[in-house]
């Protein structure tokens, strides 16, 4: 059955399972700085749609990309669950009570050298009032599933990096790019979905 025919009820608790028996891989950067993500699912009249958030030009990293609601862990956060969710309280005044948390997917490493730890979880409630921090967050892309799942909306992306030309997975929103951190976290989220038995 196609993610976006599933009842959101059904995709939640499937998530759920399939993320408690996944072991998230982690990479070897140990002397990155630590940081961590929210994948944040939430179920609309339309069906069921991710959160991502355009970056201001005032931020330090990452100016102007689209990327999951996220950022390093300060030294009072008690876990990266906690990192994750505090910045998504921060940057999109999402509270953490609000949101079920379902589970971790893999570890990667950022160009800006972070070692992010990308969580996936849900709204409890929907209609919810995003408010975003403008001095972080330039504007919301609430993106359905069914568009992210679309082989029509996978993208090459050519990057040239460390002299080297390079083809990324991404994926087109309207003007937008998902690409690079997002993108490779994205693309672990999404197939980890295409395993959720029918």
Sequence with gaps: MALQDRTAASLREQLRAALATYEPGRTDR??????????????????????FQERSHLVEHHKGEISFPGGARDEGDGSAAFTALRETHEEVGVAPEDVDLLGEIDEIWTRSDFRLRPFVGWLREWP????????????????PLAHLTDPANLVDDVREIDGRRVVLPSYRWGEHLIWGATARVLTNFLDVCRTLDD
């Design 30 to 51: 140990r002397e990155a700085t630590p940081a961590a993500a929210l994948l944040l699912l939430y179920e609309r009249d339309d069906g069921i749609h991710l959160l």
């Design 128 to 143: 919810y009032t995003f408010e975003f921090a403008p001095e972080e967050v330039a504007s919301l892309l609430e993106v």
